[in-house]
């Protein structure tokens, strides 16, 4: 029933490791997004796909590629995490783009030691 | 890019009281959005007002837009302890694909 769905909830490794963040939508929305929520609770965008195709690539080290093999799916994998990718990761989808709502992801908490 | 910044960033009331939040933005939007944020989850979103709207309401909550000003307020009526989160605002363009977010506004509903 879940309408955007992430794994794991929460992420605990130690630096220089790489780990994946995945995430499905089964609203049968076309466009999904990842932001990066920091411990001040601001919310940065960090990648936007459209129909699998990367639509938005802000300023993110290219440690983080977003992987979307199908339109439903869009996965986040981080090569040599560092301490300050530690952070509230969401995954969110939305019918199209900025006109309408998003939907978000429960979260995924990374914490780096 | 942040452009929303929400006023007051931090807001304690009692149960009962009227809870009213201001989001600011910079740019031309078709519309602006307000999400609530409750500790540990993720984001819901509450309402959507379109750029030639001026008032829009849902339940207890009543969301103003003052494009002349580029401004907007959420008004939460009657709070209840479960009102307490923390509150976003997002302007949206419909050829852009993505929203621009403000800091958000926590609210706490004594009881």
């Known amino acids: 029933d879940t309408a955007v769905s992430q794994t794991p909830k929460y992420l605990v490794t130690q630096m220089g490791n790489d780990k994946s963040i995945k995430c499905e939508q089964n609203?049968?929305?076309?466009?999904m997004y990842w932001y990066k929520q920091d411990s001040k609770k601001f919310l940065k965008i960090m990648f936007s796909?459209?129909?699998?195709?990367?639509?938005i690539n802000e300023t993110v080290p290219n440690r983080f590629s977003p992987k979307s093999p199908d339109k439903a799916h869009l996965n986040l994998h981080i090569n040599s995490l560092e301490l300050g990718d530690s952070a509230v990761y969401f995954c969110?989808?939305?019918?199209?783009?900025?006109?309408?709502?998003?939907?978000f992801g429960q979260g995924t908490r990374l914490t780096v030691v | 890019s942040q452009q929303g910044e929400e006023d007051p960033q931090a807001l304690s009331i009692q149960e009962g009281e009227n809870a009213t939040m201001n989001c600011s933005y910079k740019t031309s939007i078709n519309n602006l959005q307000w999400y609530r944020q409750n500790s540990g989850r993720g984001l819901v979103h509450l309402i959507l007002?379109?750029?030639n709207e001026r008032e829009k309401h849902s339940g207890r909550l009543r969301v103003t837009l003052d494009t002349s000003k580029k401004s907007s307020s959420l008004l939460i009526t009657a709070s209840r302890a479960a009102d307490t989160a923390s509150y976003f605002c997002?302007?949206?363009?419909?050829?852009?694909?993505?929203?621009?977010w403000g800091a958000g506004t926590k609210l706490i509903i004594k009881p």
């Open positions: 796909y459209n129909n699998k195709e990367l639509i």
């Open positions: 007002i379109r750029s």
């Open positions: 969110a989808s939305s019918q199209m783009e900025g006109g309408t709502e998003a939907f």
């Open positions: 997002a302007t949206g363009m419909d050829s852009n694909y993505q929203l621009i």
């Open positions: 609203l049968g929305h076309d466009t």
